[in-house]
Every structure is written in C-alpha cells, then in structure tokens.
C-alpha cells in the first residue's frame, strides 16, 4: 500500500513543476509578444520615412542653401518662411521622435540605420549650427536632444560601414560631417 504522505508529496512536486511549466510559457510569451511590437514599430518606421511627403521634405530642407546664420533668419525663420519651417520641424520631430524610440531601447539600432535612420546624420551634420542657435535663443539646450542622439548613434555606425573615409579626406558624403562629430579629429583645410 501507498502511503497518503508520499501521494501528498508527489501532488505538491507535480503543482511545482505545473507551476514552473507556466512561468515559462508566460516568459516564453512575453518575449514574443516584445519581439512582435518591435518589429511592428519597425515596420511603421520604415513605412513613415519612405513616404513620398517624408522624402519631399527632407530633400527640400537638404537643399536649402545660406551663408550664415543671418542669412538662414532673413530666408528661412519661422516668421518668413511658413513652408521651410512646416518642412523641417517635421523632418527633426520624426528624428527626435526616432532618437528617443532608439534611446529607450524600442528599437533596434540596425533596423533604424537599415530604415533610413542614417540620413539623420546628414541633416543633423547641416542643421547644427541653426539648431544650437535655436536653442540658445529660444527652446533650451534640451530641445532635439533626441534627434542628436540618433544623429550620434547613425554616425557611429556609418563608420564602421565604410560611409566615411579614414581622416574624412576621400571626400565622401558622409566626410563632410566630421567637423560636426568629431570636431578635434578632423584636420583644417
């Protein structure tokens, strides 16, 4: 005969391992469900910044052309060019958004530089001085901080992809920016 203890036992060992069973398969969910929202945001940023309307407004703001700041104020200021404003307030808001997304570890590095993420580093290496100076005069040294991020990060990573030169001297697009990235590396003209 089996004793009642021993029958106890094995029902308590057999709850345990049930227990067990379950908290793996929850983990095991909770892991797809995390890898199923980030792929899901990735989808949507790709799909946000292969729009027509994305793309129109980053060449557009990629093209602008000044000679300083001055010159960028009297052109291009809020208070007298609504459309290049609208245009590059929603260019460095998606960034911004993109960066704090990236910050927070929403997203993955390789899908942002993969999805396009690596043109921030061109409008981030144009717009600088325009930012700081916006900053300074009138939004705080924490605006678009995020987009700075993201900028940092693509530019990290597009080193290591060959989108640079070794001393930035190969005249490559992206050699244009090492001033703004590494300004103590980059040898004078």
């Given at each position: 005969m089996v004793d009642v203890s021993l029958l106890q036992s094995l029902s308590y060992v057999a709850a345990a391992i049930g227990v067990c069973a379950a908290a793996v398969y929850y983990v095991m969910i909770l892991r797809a469900t995390e890898r199923n929202r980030k792929i899901q945001l990735s989808t949507n940023i790709t799909q946000r910044l292969g729009t027509k309307e994305f793309q129109r407004d980053y060449v557009e703001i990629s093209t602008l052309d000044w000679r300083d700041l001055d010159d960028f104020r009297k052109r291009y200021d809020h208070s007298v060019n609504h459309e290049s404003f609208a245009q590059r307030w929603s260019v460095w808001g998606t960034y911004d958004n993109l960066g704090y997304l990236l910050r927070e570890g929403l997203v993955d590095?390789?899908?942002?530089?993969?999805?396009?993420?690596?043109?921030?580093?061109?409008?981030?290496?144009?717009?600088?001085?325009?930012?700081?100076?916006?900053?300074?005069?009138?939004?705080?040294?924490?605006?678009?901080?995020?987009?700075?991020?993201?900028?940092?990060?693509?530019?990290?990573?597009?080193?290591?992809?060959?989108?640079?030169?070794?001393?930035?001297?190969?005249?490559?697009?992206?050699?244009?920016?090492?001033?703004?990235?590494?300004?103590?590396?980059?040898?004078?003209?």
């Amino acid at each position: 005969m089996v004793d009642v203890s021993l029958l106890q036992s094995l029902s308590y060992v057999a709850a345990a391992i049930g227990v067990c069973a379950a908290a793996v398969y929850y983990v095991m969910i909770l892991r797809a469900t995390e890898r199923n929202r980030k792929i899901q945001l990735s989808t949507n940023i790709t799909q946000r910044l292969g729009t027509k309307e994305f793309q129109r407004d980053y060449v557009e703001i990629s093209t602008l052309d000044w000679r300083d700041l001055d010159d960028f104020r009297k052109r291009y200021d809020h208070s007298v060019n609504h459309e290049s404003f609208a245009q590059r307030w929603s260019v460095w808001g998606t960034y911004d958004n993109l960066g704090y997304l990236l910050r927070e570890g929403l997203v993955d590095r390789e899908i942002m530089f993969n999805s396009l993420g690596f043109g921030s580093v061109m409008i981030w290496g144009r717009y600088k001085p325009v930012i700081d100076d916006i900053r300074v005069r009138e939004l705080g040294s924490r605006w678009l901080e995020n987009f700075e991020y993201l900028a940092e990060q693509m530019w990290q990573m597009s080193k290591t992809r060959g989108y640079t030169s070794p001393g930035f001297k190969d005249g490559l697009i992206f050699d244009r920016y090492g001033d703004v990235f590494e300004p103590m590396s980059t040898p004078p003209p």
